[in-house]
């Protein structure tokens, strides 16, 4: 797994506070793990920060899933 | 009780008279307090009045990109912004039927719009901070309406339900948002009322006096403390039992 999907896993299990091995590629941060609205805007701000990128509230979005996550990251940093 | 030690609150509109009382208040309680206003001389002497812990934000709220710049320039001049209290609000009565387009938008603009861009602009570090208190400065008309202010009514009420709608989304990040209403207080805007209508206001007021700005103050300094974290979404009329809601 790449530095980037860890790092992202990390920030998840900790806002989430869910187990690590349910924050697989297609695991929904709402439908999967549990996450509500709010808590997908702070995940948002979270990876903004771990990263130093900047995610527009339309890119936000389209950012439903761990893997989606990753790859939005990837693609930016 | 009721001590702010730590905590930055902006203050808009504090060059009027409840504005200033309320900046007071919260800095007698230990609060950091950024002082916002368009008249920068007010402002100045409030902050020299003040010593330490007071900073001036100049802003004009009709201003857009200027209300979207105050929260940042606000948290650069004190570290942070935990308590935002928009008490900022102008009137341009007149009767519905007279009331222009710009009469009404001028007014929306400023006591609403405004207020929803503080709010939005001082969110985020709010939530990364899981402690923040939102009060924003409603009116009695709000709640029951007043000939010839259509449109300062109509921007106060949409303050309450605003900040309604702010208190649900946020009330699990130990953020509070809450309105006060006040009712007739007595400040330099009301000083240019005459005796006569200063009477005939008062017999409507069971307290029979109007209210003065430190009993608004004492209410948004409860509302900003920590005692108050289980009180959200609410609306505080403070207004001598002129309406009671």
Known sequence: ???????VKKIVVEHLGVEAEKVVEN???????????????????????????????????TIQSFGDAVKFITEAS | MFD???????????????????????????ATVGLSGTRVEPLEALAAELGERAHVLPCNLSDAEAVDALPKAAAAAMGSVDILVNNAGITRDQLFMRMSDDEWQSVIDVNLTSTMRLCRGVMRPMMKA????????????????NPGQVNYAASKAG????????????ASRGIT??????GFIAT?????????????????I?????????EIAAAVLYLASPEAAYVTGSTLHVNGGMAML
């Open chain 1, 27 to 61: 695991a929904s941060f709402i439908d999967d793990l549990g996450a509500d609205s709010l808590d997908t805007v702070e995940l948002v701000m979270a990876f903004e920060e771990e990263f130093g990128i900047e995610i527009p509230d339309d890119a936000a979005e």
């Open chain 2, 188 to 204: 330099p805007m009301t000083e240019k009322l005459t005796d006569d209508q200063k009477e005939k206001i008062n017999v409507q």
């Open chain 2, 159 to 170: 303050m309450v339900g605003m900040t309604k709608s702010i208190a649900y989304e946020v």
């Open chain 1, 1 to 7: 797994m790449s530095d980037v999907a860890d790092r």
């Open chain 2, 4 to 30: 702010l030690t730590g905590k930055c609150a902006l203050i808009t509109g504090a060059s009027g008279g409840i504005g200033g009382s309320i900046a007071k208040a919260l800095h007698a309680a230990g």
């Open chain 2, 130 to 145: 899981r402690w923040g208190r939102i009060i924003n400065i409603s009116s009695i008309v709000g709640a029951t309406g």
């Open chain 2, 206 to 214: 069971p307290a029979a006096r109007m209210g003065n700005p430190e």
């Open chain 2, 177 to 182: 948002a809450n309105a006060v209403a006040p």
